[in-house]
């Protein structure tokens, strides 16, 4: 019992460095992006979105280089599924969530055709460096499609913080925070990895398991808090466009990335057992946000019920 709980705690400091360094990389990045003129909205959807992610990125990426796929794809896709089940769920339980109709239009359906794209790579149960390079390749346009869209959304010039006199400063400050921030990410994510593979090997449960239960609910503390916070707040964009944001950013950056680092050999049914419940979820958040607009506090509930669903197929 002593080795648990010494890889509980390890695990749980781990999740804590990552929720720590994404929180820094989220608020450095924001107010350095904004002095490049950024408009908001495309700072929400990018550094945001992506920030929340990095945690993602991280222990993704370090399990493809220790030659882990599983614990890769179980992160990725368990992650997706929490994003909309866990979270929107929790979010609008605490408060209807209203969603604007553009991020149904445009930014959803893209969602579900990047996991649709995700479903046909990895039919063959493998992901290769062709296909990370494929998924990279389209979420660069995606990204590129996306400051277009933003900067014809925003009227006016972009809000600069501060004036000329300290200005230097404060750019020092943020550029600080933001390296804190990937510091603590990478040292956080070793812990996680390290901690959630002994678990695995010692209790005999499979890694992609272990990736799509508790590495993807740690590696979405973030988006848990900037969502919860937002549907507090009533801003409804913001707590689903940061989950259509960061599964988009999972799917084809985090994910393309970790194949191009070593292609993935991904588990028997991999596919059925972990892309298929990410892509189910995807599709059930739209018909749920065009009822009324919103995602009712009953839909939260059955979202909720849903994930506890995916945790007893995976299990």
Request: hydrophobic share 55%; net charge neutral.
């Amino acid at each position: 019992m002593s080795d648990l709980y010494i890889r509980a705690l390890i695990f749980a400091g781990g999740l804590a460095a990552l929720t720590l360094g994404a929180d820094c990389l989220v608020r450095g990045g924001s107010r350095l992006a904004g002095r490049f003129g950024l408009p908001p909205l495309v700072i929400g959807l990018t550094v945001v979105a992506f920030g929340t992610s990095a945690p993602e990125l991280v222990v993704s990426g370090g399990a493809a280089l220790r030659g882990e796929p599983g614990l890769a794809l179980g992160n990725v896709m368990g992650s997706t599924v929490a994003n909309v089940g866990l979270i929107v769920g929790l979010g609008a339980l605490i408060r209807p969530i209203d969603v604007h109709r553009r991020l149904l239009v445009r930014e959803s359906p893209l969602l579900v055709f990047v996991l649709a794209i995700v479903v046909v790579l990895s039919w063959n149960d493998a992901l290769g460096r062709l296909d990370g390079l494929a998924l990279v390749t389209g979420f660069a346009i995606y990204l590129f499609f996306l400051v277009r869209w933003g900067r014809g959304d925003e009227s006016g010039a972009a809000h600069r913080e501060g004036g000329a006199e300290g200005e230097a400063r404060s750019t020092g400050r943020d550029v600080g925070l933001t390296l804190v921030g990937l510091a603590a990410l990478l040292f956080g994510a070793h812990f996680v990895l390290e901690s959630a593979v002994d678990m695995a090997r010692a209790y005999h449960v499979p890694q992609a398991v272990i990736g799509a239960s508790m590495v993807a609910v740690g590696t979405s503390l973030p988006e848990l808090a900037s969502t919860v916070a937002a549907a507090f707040r009533g801003l409804g964009d913001i707590a689903i466009g940061n989950i259509i944001g960061s599964n988009v950013f999972n799917l084809g950056f985090v994910l393309g990335t970790a194949a191009l680092l070593r292609p993935l050999q991904l588990p028997p049914l991999a596919v059925a057992r972990m892309v298929g419940p990410a892509l189910l979820f995807s599709v059930l958040l739209v018909p749920l946000a065009y009822t009324g607009m919103r995602v009712e506090r009953w839909e939260g509930l059955l979202l909720l019920v849903g994930y506890l669903g995916f945790l007893y197929w995976i299990f």
